[in-house]
């Protein structure tokens, strides 16, 4: 059974940072790619980072600079390195995998920017 299990959300100051992790059982994430999105209320889930099997990473534009995704093989934990924190970057995030033609989604972390 795969299980995705983020965590790091919480409430920080614009300018500030926060790392989450997504933790995964039933599935190893070193042969996936793997996706952090966000969103916001009203609003659609957006993409924010995502890395292949590869180690190959992709940023849109709004987060690209401010925004790193990694990953731990030996704990089988991806993270989200978020710097220079905006009120628009409150969302709730989460992380996502696809194997065998199925996306197995997180419960999510919210995190808020106060300005």
């Known amino acids: 059974q795969v299980q995705l299990v983020e965590s790091g959300g919480g409430l920080v100051q614009a300018g500030g940072s926060l790392r989450l992790s997504c933790a995964a059982s039933g599935i190893s994430l070193s042969v996936y790619a793997v996706g952090w999105y966000r969103q916001a209320p009203g609003k659609q889930r957006e993409l924010v980072a995502t890395m292949r099997s590869s180690g190959n990473t992709n940023y849109p534009d709004s987060v690209k600079g401010r925004f790193t995704i990694s990953r731990d093989n030996a704990k089988n934990t991806v993270f989200l390195q978020m710097n220079s924190l905006k009120p628009e970057d409150t969302a709730v995030y989460y992380c996502?995998?696809?194997?065998?033609?199925?996306?197995?989604w997180g419960q999510g972390t919210q995190v808020t920017v106060s300005s």
């Open positions: 996502k995998v696809g194997f065998a033609y199925t996306d197995y």
